[in-house]
Structure formats: structure tokens, C-alpha cells
């Protein structure tokens, strides 16, 4: 089976630019969460859906950040407009159940850099 | 004081050596407790799970957790330069959809 799938892979755009990055969860999993990864702050959660509806969205950062899942099988998480402090790598997870007791399975992320 | 707390390295050991990663918490909730691998340029792939208190086994992983003094370890045995990537661990408390990461610690095994 096919693993979370995420896009594009790496993403260099200027200041003031609308960025959308999209993910393809695992079928079946009805659980799917945005994580942003830096440095100095490591991985944190953004939002995260459970059926497709945002359960909670307290780890986004301003309102310039917006994510939804129009269906089972997308997600975009879009950052408009976009500023040098949003570089990171960007990750789409899912899990079939609540917990720690399934996995969260990841995709390998999206590259974001903002000159 | 963050919730979880994890030393960032790096760590630097020669092959065959044993490996010990640990992470500290602050929130006596957390029940589920995790470690996740993370190869460069990939995202994080669960690598052992324990519920609770105690050891688990996984080949040359083993992980523990000490609830009383809100630690956890990982120990790799036998280490591998396969091995070699950035460990991350992570807890939910009972439960709960959501994980808190640590920073992770960025392991390095010289052949």
C-alpha cells in the first residue's frame, strides 16, 4: 500500500507568495495532522482532521496559515501571505485510531523555503 | 520547561557500540510513550511504542520508561551505521490524537 504522499517535494518562493502544499493520506486512515519541523523548534503539530473535519487547530501559527480536507484523500495546508520564518519542512501524517497505540505514518515532507 | 525534553547531540559512536537516548517530561498525564527514527530527508517512522511503565524488546531496541522520574530510554545494542539518523521521542496521554515530540537527538555509528 501506498504511503502519505506529499506535495511538492521542495518549494523556494519569494516573500508575500501564496504556498499550498498538498497530501494524499493512507487509505482508510480517518486521522491526518500537518506538523511543521525546524531547527530550533522540532517537530509541532499545526492542526489536525479526524473524518475530514479540523478537530483541533491550536498549534497554527497565525492566520495567515489556513489548512482543509475537502475529502478522505486530500489535504492542503496553505500559508498566504508567506514570510522567511514560515522555511521549514512541512509534514502530513495519518493514523487509523486515537492514541498511541497505532502509529502516525508520515510522509517525507515538503521543503519550504521564503526569500 | 518544555513538556518533553530531549538532549539534540549529535552522537558520535563507533560501530558495535551500545546507544543510550533519553527524553525527559513534565506532564505526569502521559500514558503512551514512543520513539520515532528519522532518516535524513524522510519523515519519522515509529520505531518502538510502550504503554505505561517498563521495558520493551524489539531485536537490538529496547525501550524504557520510568513513570516515577518522568524519563525514558532507548538503548540500541550492537549498533549498525544503518543506524545512523535522527531519534525522536514522543508521548500522548491517555487517549489523546495528539503527539508531543522531542527535538530528537541525531545519531552517527562510524563503520
Known amino acids: 500500500d501506498a504511503g502519505v504522499i506529499q506535495s511538492p517535494r521542495h518549494e523556494v518562493t519569494e516573500m508575500g507568495q501564496e504556498v499550498t502544499l498538498r497530501c494524499k493520506p493512507i487509505?482508510?486512515?480517518?486521522?491526518l495532522f500537518w506538523y511543521r519541523q525546524t531547527m530550533m523548534r522540532g517537530l509541532e503539530l499545526l492542526i489536525y482532521?479526524?473524518?475530514?473535519?479540523?478537530?483541533?487547530d491550536s498549534g497554527m501559527p497565525e492566520d495567515r496559515f489556513s489548512a482543509k480536507m475537502p475529502n478522505a484523500s486530500f489535504s492542503t495546508l496553505k500559508i498566504q501571505p508567506s514570510e522567511p520564518r514560515d522555511s521549514a519542512v512541512y509534514f502530513c501524517?495519518?493514523?487509523?485510531?486515537?492514541?498511541?497505540?497505532?502509529?502516525?505514518?508520515f510522509g517525507d515532507g515538503t521543503r519550504l523555503s521564503i526569500l | 520547561q518544555k513538556e518533553v525534553e530531549q538532549d539534540p547531540g549529535p552522537l558520535s559512536v563507533p560501530e558495535g557500540a551500545i546507544v543510550s537516548l533519553n527524553c525527559t517530561y513534565s506532564?505526569?498525564?502521559?500514558?503512551?510513550f514512543m520513539w520515532y527514527r528519522q532518516y535524513s530527508r524522510k519523515g519519522p517512522e515509529l520505531l518502538m511504542y510502550?504503554?505505561?511503565?517498563g521495558n520493551k524488546e524489539d531485536g537490538r531496541f529496547t525501550a524504557q520508561v520510568d513513570k516515577s522520574s518522568k524519563y525514558i530510554s532507548l538503548f540500541i545494542r550492537d549498533s549498525q551505521p544503518s543506524d545512523s539518523a535522527t531519534y525522536l521521542c514522543?508521548?500522548?496521554?491517555?487517549?489523546?490524537?495528539?503527539?508531543?515530540f522531542g527535538k530528537g537527538t541525531k545519531l552517527t555509528v562510524n563503520p
Open positions: 501524517a495519518s493514523t487509523i485510531s486515537l492514541g498511541g497505540n497505532q502509529p502516525q505514518h
Open positions: 510502550t504503554y505505561s511503565s
Open positions: 487509505s482508510g486512515h480517518d486521522y
Open positions: 482532521f479526524n473524518n475530514n473535519v479540523p478537530i483541533d
Open positions: 514522543a508521548m500522548s496521554d491517555d487517549g489523546s490524537e495528539k503527539l508531543v
Open positions: 506532564n505526569s498525564a502521559f500514558q503512551y
